[in-house]
């Protein structure tokens, strides 16, 4: 079983940047998916993002075009969202999980190996 961890959240002024680091406890299936999610309160998870580690290849949600990017480093098993120009909307706890899928799975129940989230919040 693999473990993710999550973190680099915090608090920022709007139009700040975080990156968000999500640390796998060792290496999934090389054609694996890491994908991230953010969840306020009140509200379902939300696809952000995700990258299959052996292409290194991004995709995004609607949540995440324009603002954020994916990379990721597959010799320290760690998967990077920088979160640019942030906005008070934008606050939430983001989590990553770890999917295996031929398409890019949108949907949390398609992901497993939750980590415990990082909490990143905007103020206006």
């Known amino acids: 079983q693999v473990q993710l961890v999550e973190s680099g959240g915090g608090l920022v002024q709007a139009g700040g940047s975080l990156r968000l680091s999500c640390t796998a406890s060792?290496?999934?299936?090389?054609?694996?998916?890491i994908g991230w999610f953010r969840q306020a309160p009140g509200k379902e998870r939300e696809f952000v993002g995700a990258?299959?580690?052996?292409?290194?290849?991004?995709w995004y949600g609607d949540s995440g075009k324009g603002r954020f990017t994916l990379s990721s480093d597959n010799a320290k098993n760690v998967v990077y969202l920088q979160l640019n120009n942030l906005k008070p909307e934008d606050t939430a706890i983001y989590y990553c999980g770890v999917a295996g899928s031929d398409d890019i799975p949108k949907t949390a129940a398609e992901y497993h190996y939750w980590g415990q989230g990082t909490q990143v919040t905007g103020s206006s």
């Open positions: 060792r290496r999934t299936f090389r054609d694996d998916i």
């Open positions: 990258i299959r580690w052996i292409s290194n290849s991004p």
